[in-house]
């Protein structure tokens, strides 16, 4: 198994040279993909690497799901009757909070975050803001915050035809085979992806 060093020295290499013509398609996604374990290690390097992106002309933007996942909710509307409801919901469990309850709290989120167009539009503006830029370059971080409620696969899916400039994304998962993910290593294999995976 490469070292993370060794992989973004690939990810480097890669996006310098272009992407090569695979019959995964032809937009620039690259997938670092690292072991959950490593988690930390890569938000420590995060800065590191894009200075280094930088110090090689390319103009870094960063998206991180993180931020975009606590702002979407945050300021949601029903924000207020979420919490309130929630609150009731774990009330009324007995010491721990009952799973049905929490599968409950789960799915309305999933559903602020996939079924309004906030997300997606969030990335679409990211993406927009560095192929404005002549070396720009859109890294995609803190993928562990859209747990459980999507998947990359299907955000990758819906900007595929609009990406202008290279992508880098920061994935916590293993790969299987040549293009089957496992996200945070324990979702099914998911064989749906057209980016190169480097891991």
């Not at 996604?29 to 800065?47: G, R």
């Not at 997300?119 to 370059?137: D, P, T, V």
Request: aromatic residues 8%.
């Amino acid at each position: 198994m490469q070292s993370l060093k060794d992989k973004f020295d690939e990810v480097c290499l890669r996006i310098r040279n272009g992407r090569r013509l695979e019959s995964t398609g032809a937009a620039p996604i690259y997938y670092l993909v690292f072991p959950t374990k490593q988690i930390l290690e890569v938000k420590e390097q995060t800065k590191t690497w894009i200075a280094r992106l930088e110090n090689n002309d390319w103009d870094v933007v960063v998206f991180s799901f993180a931020d975009a996942v606590a702002s979407i909710l945050g300021n949601h509307k029903f924000r207020k009757s979420w919490l309130q409801g929630e609150k009731t919901l774990l009330g009324k469990a007995t010491g721990a909070a009952s799973p049905a309850g929490i599968a409950d709290i789960t799915t309305t989120l999933r559903k602020a975050l996939t079924e309004g167009p906030e997300l997606l539009s969030l990335i679409k503006e990211k993406l927009a803001e560095a192929a404005s830029k002549a070396n720009g370059l859109l890294l995609l971080t803190d993928l562990e915050a859209i747990h459980p409620y999507l998947r990359i696969n299907s955000i990758e899916a819906q900007i595929m035809d609009q990406i202008r400039c290279p992508v880098i994304v920061l994935y916590p998962g293993k790969r299987e085979g040549k293009t089957s993910l496992r996200f945070l290593e324990f979702y099914p294999a998911d064989p749906n992806y057209r980016s190169e995976h480097i891991d």
